[in-house]
C-alpha cells in the first residue's frame, strides 16, 4: 500500500580531530566587536521502541504536544506504537494479521493507519478513545488512513493489488477520490486544518513523485531541485511541507518547503511535522550506520562570533565557569598560536617555548591551561600552563607522544597518548599518576573532558570506522552518542555533567551539539556550515567554532541554548 521510506544508500564520513597547534609569540590583543545571531537548533529525541528489531523503528506523524506514531518490526510483525511523554503504547486493531502501521494523529490524540487482515486485505482504522473504528471506503477493495487533521478530516489510499490506488479526502464525511497525475498511484499522507493535503504519486516508471492538494483541489508537484524523486508526507497548519528525496547520488535526505523554498534537514528521512515546526524521521547513526527514528522539536541558539584581531582562522576550545576561553589562531603572517581570553575580552597568546605550533584545549577556574604543542619535527607533546609556567604532560611510561585535553579545577588532567607501536589511548593525570582509559573492542580512545565529579568525555573508535563517545564514571563506560549523528566528538564537561560535541551527519556536514541534562541539542551557526561546540561551562555558556558563508577558515564564537 506505501512505501516506508526512499531507498538509498549512505556513506561514511568523520569530521577530522582539529590537532593544528600555535606557535610562540608574547602578544596580548583585543577583541573586535562581536556580531549576534539566533542559531537553527533542535532538541533531537531518538526514537527506538525497546523490544524493536534494530533499525526498524519509523515515525511518520506527530501532534501539537509531540505526540509521535509510527511502526517497528518484532519477531517478524509490523506493529504500530504510540511515543507520548517519553512512554510507548502499542496501537494493533482487533483483526490484524501480523501488519499494522500507525501513520497520522492530531491534537485530539486521535489515531490513524492501516492493517492487513487475514484474508491480506487492508482496512483503515480510527482510534479514539480507546476504541479502534474500522473504515473501508467500499466493501471489496483494500484501504488504508494515512493522515488527520484536528477536524477529525482524514486522508489515505484505496485500490486492488496489482492496480493504480487513488487517494482519497473526507471532509466532513464526504468522500472525494483523485489521482495526482494522470491515473497515476496515488497516496494522500496528510492534511492540515485548511484542508490541504500532501502526498506522493508513482508514475510508469514506478518513480515517486511528491504533491501538494490545495482546498479546492488544485494539485501541485512538489519536487526538490535536482532530485531523481521526491515523496511529500507532512504538511503544518503554517502550510509548511515535509519529506524525503532522492539526490543525483542516489542518497535520501529529509527536506523542508514553505514559501518557495526548499531545505534540507541533513537526516536521511523527514517524514510529518506539526504546527510548531516540529517533525519527525529517522536517521543513520553508530553503530554501523544503524537506523534510528528521531523527534526534533526547535530550539533557538543565541550566539556570537568572536572576532580575533589580524587571524586568518580561529577556534574556541574551553571555557572555564568564569567565561574565560582557550583555543587557538593562525594571525596575520600564518604563526599558529595558543590563546586565552579573559571575560573581560582580552586575548593572550600561549605558546609553549619547546613547541613550533600550540593548542589550548582546556582550562580550570584557577586559570590553569592545558593542551598541546608540537615540535620541530612534527610530534605533539600535551602541556599544562599554570602560574605562568609550561610543564610537559607526556604520558605513561613508554609513551611517543600525547596531548593533554581537559584540567578541572583540582588540576586532574585527561588526554590521550601513542605508543611507538601506534596503539592510542585515554589518560586521566591525578597527583602525578595516570590511569590509563580504553573502551573495550575499541580501535583507539582519547579522554577529551573531565569534571570536577570526576567523569570523563570519551572518543573512541569502533571497528566500522565510525567515531562515538562515551562517559566514564570511574568504572563503566556509558554510550553519550548524538541522535541525529553519524560521527560523535564528544569535547567537553561541566560540573553538572552538561557536554559539548561535534558531530558530523552522514553526509558530512558538521554540527554543534550540547547534552544538557538527559536533553541532546544539534545547532548550526546561522548564514555559516561545519559548526562545533568545543566546550560548556556552568552557566551553559557554550564555545566552539564555525565556518561563515562563502570562507573555508574557521572562526569562533559563543552563545547560549
Not at 526514537?47 to 506523524?61: D, H, I, M, S, W
Not at 501539537?64 to 502499542?90: I, M, R
Not at 590511569?435 to 568525555?457: D, H, W
Request: aromatic fraction near 12%.
Amino acid at each position: 500500500m506505501k512505501t516506508q521510506n526512499i531507498p538509498g544508500s549512505h556513506q561514511q564520513s568523520s569530521r577530522g580531530f582539529n590537532s593544528v597547534a600555535l606557535s610562540f609569540l608574547a602578544l596580548s590583543l583585543l577583541i573586535l566587536g562581536a556580531s549576534s545571531a539566533l542559531g537553527q537548533g533542535f532538541k533531537m529525541t531518538q526514537l527506538n521502541v525497546p523490544g524493536a528489531q534494530a533499525g526498524t523503528t519509523f515515525p511518520f506523524a506527530l501532534n501539537t504536544s509531540e505526540a509521535v506514531v509510527g511502526n517497528y518490526q518484532a519477531n517478524g510483525d509490523v506493529v504500530g506504537f504510540l511515543y507520548a511523554a517519553g512512554k510507548y503504547t502499542t496501537i494493533m486493531p482487533p483483526g490484524t494479521n501480523g501488519y499494522t502501521r500507525a501513520e497520522g494523529i492530531n491534537d485530539s490524540n486521535t489515531i490513524t493507519g492501516d492493517f492487513l487482515d487475514s484474508g491480506d486485505r487492508f482496512h483503515g482504522y480510527i482510534y479514539s478513545g480507546g476504541t479502534y473504528t474500522t473504515y473501508n471506503e467500499n466493501s471489496t477493495e483494500s484501504c488504508g488512513i494515512f493522515g488527520i487533521n484536528n477536524a477529525g478530516d482524514f486522508v489515505g489510499n484505496v485500490g486492488n493489488t496489482g492496480e493504480p490506488g487513488r487517494g482519497f479526502i473526507n471532509i466532513g464525511g464526504k468522500k472525494t477520490e483523485f489521482y495526482a497525475s494522470g491515473s497515476d498511484s496515488t497516496y494522500a499522507y496528510a492534511i492540515n486544518s485548511s484542508d490541504e493535503v500532501v502526498g506522493v504519486y508513482f508514475d510508469s516508471s514506478n518513480l515517486q513523485h511528491g504533491f501538494y492538494r490545495s482546498a479546492g483541489g488544485t494539485i501541485t508537484e512538489i519536487a526538490y531541485p535536482g532530485a531523481n524523486q521526491t515523496s511529500a508526507t507532512g504538511i503544518n497548519d503554517s502550510g509548511e511541507i515535509t519529506g524525503t528525496y532522492i539526490n543525483a547520488s542516489n542518497l535520501p535526505y529529509g527536506f523542508t518547503y514553505i514559501k518557495g523554498k526548499y531545505a534540507s534537514t541533513d537526516f536521511a528521512g523527514t517524514a510529518g511535522i506539526n504546527s510548531k515546526g516540529a517533525y519527525v524521521g529517522y536517521y543513520w547513526g553508530v553503530p554501523d550506520g544503524t537506523v534510528s527514528g528521531y523527534l526534533a522539536s526547535p530550539q533557538a541558539f543565541k550566539l556570537s562570533t568572536v572576532k580575533v584581531p589580524g587571524n586568518l582562522q580561529a577556534q574556541i576550545w574551553g571555557v572555564n565557569k568564569s567565561g574565560e576561553t582557550v583555543g587557538d589562531y593562525v594571525n596575520s603572517k600564518g604563526l599558529e598560536r595558543g590563546l586565552m581570553i579573559s571575560a573581560a575580552g582580552k586575548v593572550k597568546n600561549i605558546d609553549d617555548p619547546e613547541g613550533v605550533t600550540t593548542t589550548c584545549f582546556g582550562i580550570n577556574a584557577a586559570g590553569d591551561i592545558v593542551g598541546l604543542y608540537t615540535d620541530s619535527n612534527g610530534n605533539p607533546h600535551g602541556f599544562e600552563y599554570a602560574a605562568g609556567k609550561f610543564k610537559d604532560i607526556p604520558g605513561p611510561s613508554g609513551a611517543v607522544s600525547s596531548a593533554a585535553f581537559g584540567i578541572n579545577d583540582s588540576g586532574s588532567i585527561s588526554g590521550l597518548y601513542s605508543l611507538s607501536s601506534g596503539a592510542t589511548y585515554g589518560f586521566v593525570l591525578t597527583s602525578g599518576k595516570y590511569k590509563t582509559l580504553y573502551v573495550p573492542g575499541s580501535e583507539f580512545t582519547l579522554a577529551r573532558g573531565i569534571n570536577n565529579a570526576g567523569l570523563v568525555t570519551v572518543q573512541w573508535g569502533d571497528s566500522g570506522g565510525y567515531l562515538q563517545s562515551s562517559l566514564y564514571n570511574g568504572k563503566k563506560y556509558t554510550p553519550i552518542n548524538v541522535p541525529g549523528g553519524a560521527v560523535n566528538q564528544v569535547q567537553g564537561i561541566n560540573t553538572a555533567g552538561d557536554i559539548a560535541y561535534f558531530i558530523s551527519d552522514p553526509y558530512g556536514v558538521g554540527h554543534g551539539a550540547v547534552k544538557i541534562g538527559k536533553d541532546y541539542y544539534v545547532f548550526d551557526y546561522p548564514k555559516g556550515s561545519n559548526t562545533g561546540a568545543g566546550g560548556i561551562n556552568d552557566s551553559d555558556l557554550i564555545v566552539g567554532s564555525y565556518i561563515p558563508a562563502g570562507k573555508t577558515a574557521p572562526e569562533p564564537f559563543q552563545g547560549t541554548e
